[in-house]
């Protein structure tokens, strides 16, 4: 099984700023990682599939990077409603398998 | 747009089989424009992928849960169905369905989740 590990687990950014979010592959996962979004008590949404391409109705500000076992979510300018919980994903068609980070909290510095 | 309603009963007894349904609008189980998944997440954890079923016929499970886990069709009410057996308090969790383009890979399409807790 592919082990996708996020860091940090916690990362404090001040509106305005820019956050990056790292997720690391146990072996390549080519370009098959999403990033998805969940605040409280709520689904978790896609931001991010195929590395880079934006989900419907994403803003330009997230965008995403890396290939094979490197990945990283860039927020550019740090809005008060992104301040959440980001989860990345590896998804192989096949045989069909898909696993999460653990997460990392995005809060309010 | 495909929208997912998840429900079931929210408390299972140790170890029997909890049993969820999510009825699909907006799109066909039967066509293979969807992956139709189902994922779990604990109170406060992250997420774990259970298994999908595509086109009704084709079904792939987490290897950690395969022994447990049965995803099923019902093509006449457009719904699909989770079995899990023997369960205990580890399977408590927040049950989401989802789905997701081949196209796209990942998971574009969530349902609201439903909480199930194993207690007696």
């Known amino acids: 099984e592919i082990v996708m590990t996020q860091s940090p687990a916690t990362l404090s950014v001040s509106p305005g700023e820019r956050a990056t979010l790292s997720c690391r592959a146990s072996?390549?996962?080519?370009?098959?990682l999403a990033w998805y979004q969940q605040k409280p008590g709520q689904a978790p949404r896609l931001l991010i599939y195929?590395?880079?391409t934006r989900a419907t109705g994403i803003p330009a500000r997230f965008s995403g990077s890396g290939s094979g076992t490197e990945f990283t979510l860039t927020i550019s300018s740090l809005q008060s409603e992104d301040f959440a919980v980001y989860y990345c994903q590896q998804y192989n068609n096949w045989p069909p398998m898909y696993t999460f980070g653990q997460g990392t909290k995005l809060e309010i510095k | 747009q495909v929208q997912l309603q998840v429900s079931g009963p929210g408390l299972v007894k140790p170890s029997q089989t909890l049993r969820l349904t999510c009825t699909v609008s907006?799109?066909?189980?039967?066509?293979?424009?969807?992956?139709w998944s189902w994922i779990r997440q604990p109170a406060g954890k992250g997420l774990q992928w259970i298994g999908r079923?595509?086109?009704?016929?084709?079904?792939t499970y987490n290897p950690s849960l395969r022994s447990r886990v049965t995803i099923s069709p019902d093509t006449s009410k457009n719904q699909f169905s989770l079995r899990l057996s023997s369960v205990t308090a580890a399977d408590t969790a927040l049950y989401y369905c989802?789905?997701?383009?081949?196209?796209?890979?990942?998971?574009?399409?969530w349902g609201q989740g439903t909480m199930v807790i194993v207690s007696s």
């Open positions: 195929d590395v880079s």
């Open positions: 079923i595509y086109t009704s016929v084709s079904t």
């Open positions: 989802i789905s997701g383009a081949p196209i796209i890979g990942a998971f574009d399409i």
């Open positions: 072996q390549s996962v080519s370009s098959t």
């Open positions: 907006g799109g066909s189980i039967s066509s293979g424009d969807y992956y």
